[in-house]
């Protein structure tokens, strides 16, 4: 099995709604990332767990919040967002920290419209 | 100046045409990645490269470390191919992150 899988596949959301993404993955990887894409733009990388630990960061305004409750499992809670956030949310795992195994699985992403 | 650059950045050839996107990079890599996204869908890797060459089917991913490029072959192109091909790299270390290209995007015509 070498699949990431996310729901939803779309959501659209008032600015202030709370929801969240999902993302799972079940390749015993022990690194899975967030990343946002605006169309026609390469994706941008929000955050990096390691070993369920955040370890990367990339200054993401507070109104997104990443949760690890497991190795399998990552989310992304998003609360009071704005439309400029409307993008396609991408999640992706890799192996491990070592170089060897740094190949990213993506995942098919969650296209997100805030109104 | 972007640390990657690719080209083209938009390409159409018809089908069964030999396609060639190329990849060059400013800094030194540990790895280098060729991705591919078909309109509105999520990304597929398609290459893993720290050197020399890697066949997959009909693509073939090349790197030149001394040279800092990359270049990313499909044989026998078909419509099914058109996508945005994006070459990243990881800079080593502990850093996961990759640095993305702008991407190219490739229309097969039948």
């Known amino acids: 099995d070498t699949e990431v899988t996310q729901t939803p596949k779309h959501l659209v959301m008032g600015m202030t709604n709370k929801k969240s993404l999902k993302c799972e993955q079940h390749?015993?990887?022990?690194?899975m990332y967030w990343y946002k894409q605006k169309a026609k733009k390469p994706p941008e990388l929000m955050f990096v767990?390691?070993?369920?630990?955040?370890?990367i960061n990339e200054s993401v305004p507070s109104r997104f919040s990443p949760e690890c409750p497991n190795s399998s499992l990552l989310n992304l809670h998003l609360h009071a967002l704005q439309p400029e956030d409307s993008a396609l949310y991408l999640c992706?795992?890799?192996?491990?920290?070592?170089?060897?195994?740094?190949?990213?699985?993506f995942g098919p992403g969650t296209r997100l419209l805030v109104l | 100046k972007n640390e990657v650059e690719q080209s083209p950045q938009n390409l159409t050839a018809q089908e069964g045409e030999f396609i060639t996107i190329n990849c060059s990079y400013s800094?030194?890599?540990?790895?280098l990645h060729w991705l591919q996204q078909h309109p509105g869908g999520g990304i597929v890797s398609l290459f893993m490269?720290?050197?020399g060459k890697k066949k997959h089917g009909r693509l073939i991913a090349t790197i030149n470390i001394q040279e800092k490029h990359s270049s990313l072959h499909i044989t026998a192109s078909h419509p099914r191919d058109s996508a945005v091909y994006i070459c990243?790299?990881?800079?080593?270390?502990?850093?996961?992150?990759?640095?993305f290209g702008k991407g190219t995007l490739l229309t097969v015509n039948p």
């Open positions: 990243a790299f990881n800079s080593g270390g502990s850093n996961y992150k990759l640095t």
């Open positions: 390749m015993g990887h022990r690194a």
């Open positions: 992706a795992s890799s192996q491990s920290r070592d170089s060897v195994f740094r190949t990213q699985y």
């Open positions: 800094v030194g890599i540990s790895a």
């Open positions: 767990y390691s070993y369920e630990k955040l370890s």
């Open positions: 490269l720290s050197s």
